[in-house]
């Protein structure tokens, strides 16, 4: 005898009652244990939220019950997926207008070539071939479309005159790699844009880096897949950036960087200014000896990077005077990330001295993380504002390092952390022996002004009365 259709309808209100209490009850002990977890290892709802759902998949009666109770928590707490968060596009707007540094007559040893719509030679690429190890070439302001271009000299310096010369790759690329490829000789390049480099591999890049010496100094690198990219273990290879923006790069995919420094033996960054990273970081690099002086690492409104900074294998690492900010879109809770694929340098050091990192992520995340293994340390006279913590987890230096809210910044709604009359109170120290003391700080934008005396408060920032003058 078949159940009247009134009790079966009572059966299945009560079936779907108990499946909305079930549901409710996994959202609510995912949220507490998304909680929990992100106390004890810094990783936002948003993170969490996102490994669950991939542990879900192909578990249809779990994706069934636990998927619509994670949606409502993912509501609650504001936290897009990351399919979600990259369904939203990532614009790139149009090349900043900019000034090239002014070209002081030097004397060169070797030929000049000049290139330009007026010289002899007409495009990037014949001076490329043509030059030779000594010269210099000097290339006039202008835009140069798809003048791509590899250079394997011994010693080069090439160089932008009359005011900024701006490279759009329009598609094009040397040898499937960048804008330009850099080989194994000793380079120093001023006053270029590198803009748009895309290839099929995802690796496209402004410059390519691949072995020698390479100073970059007064560039901008906008739109490319990579800003800089170096390749392979190089242990002898040297990158210096000096007073340069690198903004909007990356592909989308976390692989692609403003900055990629691969497995080098020194790189050094200083007065530049690193910004919205599409989903990569702002800054990666593998070099055994990392100096990152006086600069503005702010991923801002509309940026998604992953890391603010990522030293994935360790080395020396020596940050002094930047500025970090991490965004509301980020991938990744960590701001300054040392060690997260395994230590294989000889030496694995980490100093941050006078440092201010804004974390502007809701539910906050990791200032610094180190694994154990670490051999040293050493945080000095850092200003932290915004939620957040530290994961060090071995015995580690932390000297007078302060926490803020926003009160204590000028105008923090517009990126101005200057410290306001309340951040006057946290006063700089003098610490331990070993740790770096400020002797200038980054002024935007990709400027370096000396200071006229010693430290006066925690963070990047000093008052203005300390800036020596232009």
């Not at 329009?170 to 040898?175: E, F, L, T």
């Not at 273990?233 to 592909?251: I, R, W």
């Not at 770096?436 to 200071?451: D, E, F, I, K, N």
């Amino acid at each position: 005898m078949r159940a009247p259709a009134a009790t079966k309808n009572k059966t299945t209100g009560r079936w779907l009652r108990l499946c909305a209490v079930l549901a409710l009850c996994a959202g609510l002990a995912l949220a507490a244990l998304g909680w929990w977890a992100y106390q004890r290892i810094g990783r936002t709802p948003g993170e969490l939220m996102d490994y669950a759902e991939r542990r879900l998949q192909g578990h249809t009666k779990l994706e069934t019950v636990a998927l619509p109770a994670l949606g409502l928590v993912r509501d609650w707490l504001d936290a897009p997926s990351i399919a979600e968060r990259r369904r939203t596009p990532f614009v790139i707007p149009p090349v900043p207008e900019g000034t090239a540094p002014a070209v002081t007559e030097q004397p060169t040893a070797g030929k000049v070539w000049r290139v330009g719509p007026q010289e002899a030679l007409l495009s990037i690429a014949a001076a490329a071939k043509l030059a030779r190890s000594g010269d210099t070439v000097e290339v006039q302001a202008g835009t140069y479309r798809g003048d791509v271009a590899v250079w394997s000299q011994k010693q080069l310096t090439i160089r932008a005159v009359g005011g900024r010369v701006r490279l759009v790759a329009d598609g094009r690329s040397a040898q499937g790699k960048a804008i330009w490829v850099i080989r194994n000789g000793d380079f120093d390049i001023s006053g270029f844009d590198f803009v748009g480099a895309k290839v099929a591999d995802k690796n496209g890049a402004g410059i390519r880096f691949e072995g020698g010496r390479l100073r970059v100094a007064h560039c901008l690198f906008w739109g490319n897949q990579n800003g800089i990219l170096t390749i392979g273990s190089q242990p002898d290879s040297q990158l210096e950036v000096v007073s340069s923006e690198f903004g909007y790069n990356g592909d989308g995919d976390g692989q692609s960087h403003n900055i990629y420094v691969g497995r080098i033996g020194r790189f050094s960054i200083t007065g530049s200014y690193l910004h919205h990273a599409d989903t990569g970081h702002l800054l990666k690099s593998r070099a055994a000896v990392n100096e990152v002086l006086y600069n503005r690492l702010t991923d801002e409104e509309g940026g998604r990077a992953s890391y603010e900074m990522d030293f994935p294998n360790g080395g020396v690492v020596r940050l002094v005077g930047n500025l970090v900010q991490q965004g509301r879109r980020t991938e990744n809770s960590v701001m300054v990330s040392f060690g997260a694929e395994g230590l294989v340098h000889p030496r694995n050091t980490l100093e941050l001295a006078s440092n201010t990192l804004v974390n502007d992520h809701p539910h906050g995340g990791t200032f610094v993380r180190a694994p154990p293994g670490t051999e040293r340390v050493l945080l000095a006279n850092n200003l932290l504002a915004g939620r957040g913590g530290l994961q060090i987890p071995m015995e580690h230096t932390d000297f007078n390092s302060r926490t803020a809210d926003w009160s204590a910044f000028v105008q923090p709604a517009r990126y101005d952390y200057r410290l306001s009359d309340r951040g006057m109170a946290l006063a700089y120290q003098s610490g331990p022996a070993e740790a770096a003391v400020p002797s200038a700080q980054y002024v935007h934008p990709l400027q370096v002004r000396r200071l006229n005396g010693p430290p006066a408060v925690v963070g990047a920032l000093q008052p203005d009365t300390l800036l020596a003058r232009p």
